[in-house]
């Protein structure tokens, strides 16, 4: 079974920047797509972006398209996820995913591994 663990949160001024990490552990296939998610307090939990891991193309909520960057690492099997000019709405907890596959989902359900989450806070 694949395990997820995420790191790199924390609190941050608007504007600043945070790059988080999703490190692998356990038995993976070259078609898998890994994403992440984030949710805040009362809220859905919302897809931010995801990459292929076998071509490295990428999807991204426009909300975050011109801000984040999600990227992989295959040599120390971790996916990134960088986000600049951060704003207070992107405070939330962020969640690293992954599914089997090549497609993208941006439904959380559709994805068959989960971490534990690490909360971004951005602050005005």
């Known amino acids: 079974q694949v395990q997820l663990v995420e790191s790199g949160g924390g609190l941050v001024q608007t504007g600043g920047s945070l790059r988080l990490s999703c490190a692998t552990s356990?038995?993976?296939?070259?078609?898998?797509?890994m994403g992440w998610f984030r949710q805040a307090p009362g809220k859905e939990r919302e897809f931010v972006a995801a990459?292929?891991?076998?071509?490295?193309?990428?999807h991204y909520v426009d909300s975050v398209k011109d801000r984040f960057t999600i990227s992989r690492d295959n040599a120390n099997n971790t996916v990134y996820l960088q986000m600049n000019s951060l704003k207070p709405e992107d405070t939330a907890v962020y969640y690293c995913?992954?599914?089997?596959?090549?497609?993208?989902?941006?439904?959380?359900?559709?994805?068959?591994?989960w971490g534990q989450g690490t909360q971004v806070t951005v602050s005005s």
């Open positions: 990459i292929r891991w076998n071509d490295g193309t990428t």
């Open positions: 356990g038995r993976t296939f070259s078609n898998i797509v």
């Open positions: 995913a992954a599914k089997y596959g090549v497609l993208y989902l941006t439904n959380a359900r559709g994805y068959d591994y």
